[in-house]
Structure formats: structure tokens, C-alpha cells
């Protein structure tokens, strides 16, 4: 309720504050909203999504997951001009810088509840606000994302491999579909000059967390239960709790690790009758399974880019750290769960 009261109120001060967010619309995305947030409600994830005619998107290194942005020749969004790097590519840290600004300003005119912009975290595409709400804190990340009704570039052309799991209908609806690019600085860069964009699949990871059956009937009212979301929560749960225990040694993991490893399970073992709800302990430690050889060889591709692998072998140790902790959990009878 809070979250609901406090991001329509930015969103629409935003568009009237700057031409250049004119257009913006609000869209959920993460945990919460894929019906698998853990532990209480009290992040959020927010994307402000812009919607630009033609881009084009040159790589900047080799995962074709990171892209420089140009302008079409003469644009019809002219506002986002002002915008450009000396290049001119349209700089990710100046719209974010712009945004961020005018959110700083406005969070001071709320009266009846304390919102404050978190401190810039390095290399996060986000903006965080805090709500406070005794005694929880909320975090709301806002992702600033830019959405093209373009194809996608030749780096996904092999992703996706949901054929067999999700049907081929279903895969050429989702190509279809805009791409995402969220401001986001890569690493990896020659020279840091955030104004790199990495594409985004979330719009699509939602709609198949929440559709996720091979027959189209899974988990529906009616329909049989499966316990693939089950397995999903119990993966995230152990990896949270591991990096509470672990923060220094796990820094470098997120749930979306543990998600992309669900969608190439749920492409592994495609049919319902693989995740019956009774089986849920089966099933999860054939995730966990396939998940921990991810880790040992350091090996787990984006499931929409396939060159671009999440865990690079620079992190070998943290890899298998993380791996021995799970076989460690595992042949324990979770001890970290009774906790």
C-alpha cells in the first residue's frame, strides 16, 4: 500500500518535471510480483520504463548483453538529445543522474510517511528510495528503462530454448515482443564512462514464472499444482540465508543466478508430470543438482544471450565456496533452514 502510494505520486511528478520522462510508465517487475518473494514484502523493484522509436545498439564488449545506444538520424524524441555523450551515444549516467535529481527533490515533499533516496551504490542501475515504516524499512530500486519496438540483436538469436517446454507458439510470441535496455554501467569497459545499456528479459521472466506449465492449465485454479515455484523458493531462501552467513565470500551472488538456473531446469525436465507438488524434495534436489555443476565448472549461460555466461571464472573460488556450502546444506538435511 505504501509502495503504491509513494511511486504513482514520483512517476507523475517525473513526467511533468522533465519533457525527456514526458512518456514514462511505471512497470513491476521482480520477486514480488512473480508471486515468489521469500521472507517479508519489503523490496520492491520498479521500472520506469521510456519508450524510444529506433535505437541502434552497438556492442561494447563480448556477452551481447551490454550495448552503446544512437539515436536514429533526426529522432522524434528530440528531449533526449540533451542526453548525449560527446560521441554521441545516449548516456545512461546522465538520464539516471537527470532522474535522480528531480526524485531527491520530490521525496522531501511527502508528509505523512519519511521516503529518502539511498546512497549511490557502484555500478547499481538503480536508484533506491527508503520508506520508512516502523519497524520494517522498505527499499524500492527504480531501474530506468528504455523499451524499443525493434528486434532483438543477433546475441539472443540462440536464447530462449522454451520449444519443448513452453511450446514454439509461445517462443515466437515472446520475440514479438519490445526489447528492454536498462541503464547499466559494464564492467568491463575499456574506459568507465557509464553509458553502457544491458538488455533486459524481465517483462518476459514474469510472464514465464507465472505461466510456467507445459500444459497450459499448470497451477491454474482448476489445473494440477506443480512444485516448480516451490523449488524456486527454496533455492532463493537457501541462497539468502547462505549470503546473511557469508556476505564477504557470496557478495557476487543474486537470485537471478538462481533463477536462470530454474529456466534452464524447467527446459531440462520440460513436462509437468517432472514436478509433481508431491515430489517437491525429488524435484529440488535435481535443481539443486544442476545448479551446483553450474557453480563447479563456472559455468551458467543467461538464458536469453547464450554466450554470456553469469559466472565467470575470475570467481572460481567464490563458485565452488558457494557449491561446498550447498553440499554442505544438502547432505545435512538443511540444518540452515531450522535456523
Not at 519497524?135 to 530506468?144: F, T, Y
Not at 524447467?266 to 509433481?276: F, R, S, Y
Not at 565448472?297 to 565452488?320: G, R, T, V, W
Request: one cysteine or more; a positive charge.
Amino acid at each position: 500500500t505504501l509502495v503504491n502510494m509513494v511511486v504513482p505520486h514520483l512517476v507523475q511528478t517525473i513526467r511533468s518535471r522533465d519533457g525527456a520522462f514526458s512518456s514514462m510508465q511505471q512497470q513491476s517487475a521482480g520477486s514480488y510480483y512473480e508471486r515468489v518473494k521469500i521472507s517479508q514484502p519489503n523490496e520492491f523493484d520498479i521500472m520506469l520504463v521510456i519508450p524510444v522509436e529506433r535505437l541502434q545498439l552497438d556492442e561494447s564488449d563480448d556477452t551481447g548483453a551490454y550495448y552503446y545506444l544512437t539515436l536514429k538520424r533526426s529522432p522524434k524524441e528530440k528531449y533526449l538529445l540533451k542526453f548525449l555523450d560527446e560521441d554521441g551515444k545516449l548516456s545512461a549516467f546522465k538520464m539516471l543522474q537527470a532522474l535522480r535529481e528531480i526524485i531527491k527533490q520530490e521525496v522531501k515533499n511527502f508528509k505523512n510517511v519519511e521516503v529518502t533516496v539511498a546512497r549511490k551504490k557502484r555500478g547499481s542501475p538503480a536508484i533506491t528510495l527508503q520508506i520508512k515504516n516502523p519497524p520494517l524499512e522498505i527499499s524500492v530500486d527504480i531501474i530506468l528503462t528504455l523499451e524499443v519496438q525493434q528486434s532483438w540483436p543477433p546475441s539472443t538469436q540462440d536464447g530462449l530454448k522454451i520449444k519443448q517446454w513452453l511450446g514454439t507458439k509461445v517462443r515466437r510470441e515472446f520475440k514479438f515482443r519490445s526489447l528492454y535496455l536498462v541503464a547499466k554501467q559494464n564492467k568491463r569497459e575499456k574506459v568507465l564512462r557509464g553509458n553502457t545499456w544491458r538488455l533486459s528479459f524481465s517483462h518476459i521472466e514474469k510472464d514465464m514464472i507465472k505461466n510456467h506449465g507445459h500444459s497450459k492449465t499448470c497451477c491454474e485454479s482448476d489445473g494440477p499444482k506443480c512444485c516448480r515455484k516451490g523449488c524456486l523458493k527454496l533455492l532463493k531462501y537457501l541462497l539468502e540465508q547462505l549470503k546473511m552467513k557469508y556476505p564477504k565470500e557470496l557478495e557476487k551472488f543474486c537470485s537471478y543466478h538462481v533463477k536462470t538456473a530454474f529456466f534452464h531446469s524447467c527446459v531440462m525436465w520440460p513436462n509437468d508430470t517432472d514436478w509433481i507438488l508431491g515430489d517437491l524434495d525429488h524435484c529440488f534436489q535435481k535443481y539443486l543438482g544442476y545448479f551446483m555443476e553450474c557453480l563447479q565448472k563456472s559455468q551458467l549461460p543467461h538464458f536469453f544471450i547464450p554466450q554470456y555466461n553469469l559466472l565467470s571464472l575470475e570467481d572460481k573460488a567464490s563458485n565452488h565456496f558457494l557449491s561446498r556450502q550447498i553440499s554442505h546444506q544438502l547432505n545435512n538435511r538443511f540444518p540452515i533452514f531450522q535456523e
